[in-house]
């Protein structure tokens, strides 16, 4: 699985960003794929995540701001990102899984995600106060 992102850029505090992932190679109808994070000096963690059968997740920092969505073309995944704080501000990937277990890790098992998921390159956000 290939995974392109696009998006993302330098606002200040207050303001909104839109990240785009592009998915191709995928053999399964079911797979997650979603967004995570990793500022300086921190660990990665999971953004937001949606599944081919629905389910949304989201982590607890960004969740009534952030919105993730399947789009129009299959295999396209947006992060919509409203009223950013600089604590936002880090490098943001898109990642993906068929596992058919995917759903019960692929967002809270980040070791295994990036073991055994696909990831795509980092896309910059910065946010400033």
């Known amino acids: 699985v290939q995974l392109q992102a696009s998006g993302g850029g330098s606002v200040q505090t207050g303001g909104s960003l839109r990240l785009s992932c592009t998915a191709s190679?995928?053999?399964?109808?079911?797979?997650?794929i979603g967004w995570f994070r990793q500022a300086p000096g921190k660990d990665r963690e999971g953004v937001a995540c949606i599944s081919t059968v629905g389910k949304i997740e989201y982590g607890e920092p960004v969740q009534g701001r952030f919105t993730i969505s399947r789009g129009n073309a299959r295999n396209t995944v947006t992060l919509q990102m409203n009223s950013l704080k600089p604590e936002d501000t880090a490098v943001y990937y898109c990642?993906?899984?068929?596992?058919?277990?995917?759903?019960?890790?692929?967002?809270?098992?980040?070791?295994?995600?990036?073991?055994?998921?696909?990831w795509g390159q980092g896309t910059q956000v910065t946010v400033s106060s």
């Open positions: 990642a993906a899984t068929q596992s058919k277990s995917g759903g019960s890790w692929f967002f809270d098992d980040i070791q295994r995600t990036r073991d055994l998921g696909s």
């Open positions: 190679g995928f053999t399964s109808d079911y797979y997650v």
